[in-house]
């Protein structure tokens, strides 16, 4: 039986970015980007898309495409005397799982956020009664879990309903939108923050210092900025991988990876630059980590003319944002779960969301009930321990299995990857980057995820 495929060029490009653009771009990239300082972190991480992201996009896509199966099964339908790398398949379902643990809590965090602002529950705040609000929602758990359970059933139904019927229509109309939006809210916040004053918060979102980079610490700077790379275009666990493998033999696959990649880019830089000026231009702290969306925005539309509409419009793009991330990692789960116990695919959603709803209780809980549970001191939480397993340690782990698995002879080859990512028409991937990719990139993922731990670990400053 041929497998299933999508059914424009124009799905695949969508559907790859649906998957890439998320809670990663609009909600994690400004926090990250605010921690650790701005401009020259927002510098490091467009170098690492650049030389890193990039290329192990190219070589997940083509090891999905020429197995045509999810990871958990890829290793041993292209190379099945080599059965050590099915251990990669294992490490990148568990990543998939985990990040689902506190992925989809976030986006019910949007669902709440679109709510509140819909029904004009913002309006009478002043910015510390808007801090109040998101400590408030974080400190009871009845509506969290609401939410979160509500996008896991979406999201799983959307993927019982077929690749092409549900996941691929839903996913290219919700990334039209969040195109469009994003745009015109970019260009108010850029309006916004030169009007106020001396556009302060875009300089510290793009003019590179030193001074603040060497605050942050200069390690962990570096590491995170490549982690978010990889984090960004969902990298390393078989995410990507999956679409590959439903990505048909026309085009080269060098061409489909930069139009994700730039699509991507895209709206993470035009996120930063609405989040941003709004720390400055209200008095929020840029490095206060994740709720710094959640305690910003609502100023911003609060003082916005018909702010109550544009926020409104904001968080339902920002839900539509993460539930196009999250139907696309359901899918790779579904997929592996079909794949492994020949399941439907109806059983195998309601499987697979049953038991995300299930697993992602820990990251709520972990803001009340198990606060008492500080996995890295002070002020963390379930949801930093659940982001570091799979951001600092899966994702780079599992990029540099990626690498070298498509360079090395013993996994499936230069040769085998080259001909596979400059099948069809296109711009092609040149064979003189052999050295580079099976050295050079090696040598870069393991130094800077070594670098990262040392700093988080070492006790040093
Ligand atoms: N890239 C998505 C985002 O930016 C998140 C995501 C989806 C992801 N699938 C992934 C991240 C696989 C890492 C690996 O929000």
Redesign the pocket.
């Known amino acids: 039986m041929g497998r299933e495929h999508l059914s424009s060029r124009f799905g695949v490009i969508l559907l790859s970015a649906g998957?890439?653009?998320?809670?990663?771009?609009v909600w994690?990239f400004p926090y990250i980007a605010g921690k650790n300082g701005g401009g020259l972190f927002v510098l490091l991480y467009l170098v690492f898309l650049a030389i890193l992201g990039l290329p192990v996009l190219i070589m997940e896509f083509a090891a999905g495409r020429a197995a045509g199966r999810p990871i958990l099964s890829l290793h041993s339908s292209l190379t099945p005397g080599k059965p050590a790398w099915r251990l990669h398949g294992f490490a990148g379902l568990a990543?998939?799982v985990v990040?689902m643990m506190f992925?989809t809590v976030v986006a019910g965090w949007m669902l709440i956020y679109f709510v509140r602002t819909a029904s004009g529950f913002f309006s009478p705040l002043d910015p510390s009664g808007v801090a109040a609000a998101f400590a408030g929602m974080l400190a009871s758990p009845a509506e969290q879990i609401a939410a979160m359970v509500l996008v896991c059933a979406v999201s799983a139904a959307v993927c019982a309903m077929g690749l092409r019927r549900g996941v691929e229509r839903v996913v290219k109309r919700l990334m039209v939108c969040l195109l469009l939006l994003i745009a015109v809210l970019a260009a108010n916040s850029i309006w916004l923050d030169a009007r106020d004053g001396d556009a302060a918060g875009l300089r510290f979102y793009l003019v590179p210092s030193l001074e603040r980079m060497r605050e942050a610490g200069f390690a962990t700077v570096v590491a995170e900025a490549m982690n978010h790379s990889?984090?960004?275009?969902?990298?390393?666990?078989g995410?990507m991988a999956i679409f590959g493998s439903y990505i048909g033999r026309s085009r080269t696959l060098l061409g489909e990876a930069m139009n994700v990649a730039a699509l991507d880019t895209l709206v993470s830089i035009a996120a930063g630059i609405v989040v941003i000026p709004a720390c400055f231009a209200y008095g929020a702290n840029p490095g206060q980590g994740p709720g710094l969306v959640f305690s910003t925005l609502p100023n911003v539309f609060n003082d916005m003319p018909y702010g109550r509409f544009w926020g409104a419009l904001f968080f339902a793009f920002m839900s539509c944002a993460a539930m196009t991330?999250v139907i696309?990692?359901f899918e790779t789960i579904l997929a592996c779960a079909m794949d492994a116990f020949s399941w439907s695919r109806p059983k195998a959603g309601a499987a697979v969301g049953a038991a995300l709803a299930v697993l992602s209780l820990p990251c709520i809980l972990g803001f009340s009930a198990w606060s008492g549970f500080r996995p890295f001191g002070e002020g963390s939480c379930v949801l930093d321990l659940e982001d570091f397993v799979?951001s600092n340690l899966l994702?780079p782990a599992g990029s540099l299995c990626f690498i070298l698995y498509a360079t090395r002879r013993f996994g499936w080859g230069w040769s085998n990857f080259l001909a596979e990512a400059n099948s069809g028409a296109g711009p092609k991937m040149p064979g003189a980057l052999r050295w580079y990719c099976a050295v050079v990139l090696p040598l870069i993922v393991i130094a800077v995820f070594v670098l990262g731990l040392a700093d988080r670990f070492g006790g040093g400053g």
Do not use: D, E, M, W
């Open positions: 998957c890439a653009v998320g809670l990663g771009n994690r990543g998939n990040l992925y990889f984090f960004t275009l969902s990298l390393g666990i995410a991330s696309a990692v799979v994702l």
